[in-house]
């Protein structure tokens, strides 16, 4: 029956890794690279708040190939690709993969930020916060911030020989540090799954705030309400999803690893059965985790009516392009 529930899950993890995640590989790599494309013209490219938009789909591209690409042909297509490497690979390869995730999330506070200041009420911080060069300044203390604050898993992480389900040795790139596995545990719960939705919501609960005191003020010079531009409504909008999409698809990531770490201690006597669930909801969440990072486009493609008239524009201009060559 054991033996029976290992290969059930063993194909399931095979048919997650391999189709599934080649659907989220694609509509990523599509999804990111139209952002690119979208939010490096027209309205959005006038906007400080679009850049980190732009950054995010540049980050998470780079995500998708050293990450999610790897992990595919490792689990799903069963390549064996990291046998063999060396605890160089596994050091950069983790560590990038990480400082990639939390970069994107900081990312989206750093919009935040901007949407905020570009609600409020004195021109004088609107013009020094929502400016493009204040967002290349943040966008490039972030990269640094996050490159520095994951200097730890360069330390830790190697690979080491651990049995699998099947009471086997096999290569993994991992940490045998029990100390340093509740660190990272509460580590990434708070630095990708707490702290950036709450620091969003915050910061969006006050741009509301402010939406709401700019439509009771009025220009004194024409007696009429000051509006708030459509275009800004519109990304504090896709912003509010960002941050319930955040949410919900990486904290089963952080309370994966938070479980982990707290029954360590007891991995010896675990089943082999219950060993063998582990291993299938650390791909479910890996999964959802990848799903967080390749929905942006999709999202902003909802939400947005000025994004959605610049994705058909694109869409008109290629069309009419490829009619002309034919």
């Not at 596994?90 to 930020?113: G, P």
Request: hydrophobic content about 45%; some cysteine.
């Amino acid at each position: 029956m054991t033996s029976s529930l290992i290969d059930t899950l063993d194909l399931a993890a095979i048919i997650l890794n391999r189709w599934i995640v080649l659907a989220i590989f694609i509509t990523g790599i599509i999804g990111n690279s139209i952002n690119i494309i979208i939010f490096s013209r027209g309205i959005f490219v006038k906007q400080s708040c679009s850049l980190y938009f732009l950054a995010a789909s540049v980050n998470n591209l780079v995500m998708f190939f050293i990450g999610l690409l790897t992990r595919m042909l490792d689990d799903g297509f069963q390549l064996d690709i990291f046998d063999g490497a060396s605890n160089v690979y596994c050091k950069i390869r983790t560590y990038l993969v990480y400082t990639l995730f939390a970069i994107s999330s900081w990312y989206f506070v750093c919009a935040s930020i901007d949407r905020l200041y570009s609600t409020n009420q004195s021109a004088l911080k609107r013009q020094k916060i929502c400016s493009t060069r204040m967002a290349i300044q943040c966008i490039g203390l972030t990269i640094v911030s996050c490159l520095l604050v994951h200097i730890h898993v360069l330390v830790y992480y190697q690979y080491f020989y651990k049995l699998d389900v099947h009471n086997q040795l096999s290569w993994t790139c991992t940490t045998n540090d029990t100390t340093y596995n509740m660190f990272f545990a509460i580590f990434m719960l708070n630095f990708y799954s707490l702290l950036p939705p709450l620091l969003m919501s915050i910061l969006g609960i006050l741009t509301l705030k402010n939406i709401r005191q700019s439509r009771i003020l009025v220009n004194p010079s024409t007696m009429t309400p000051i509006p708030v531009r459509r275009d800004k409504q519109q990304l504090i909008k896709s912003l509010s999803v960002q941050i319930l999409v955040l949410s919900i698809l990486t904290i089963p990531h952080s309370c994966y690893w938070m479980y982990i770490a707290f029954t360590s201690t007891q991995s010896s006597a675990k089943s082999v059965s219950v060993r063998a669930w582990e291993k299938f909801i650390l791909h479910i969440v890996r999964v959802l985790l990848y799903v967080n990072y390749g929905s942006s486009f999709y999202i902003q493609l909802c939400i947005s009516k000025t994004f959605r008239r610049e994705f058909v524009k694109i869409v008109d201009n290629i069309t009419r392009h490829w009619r002309n060559f034919f």
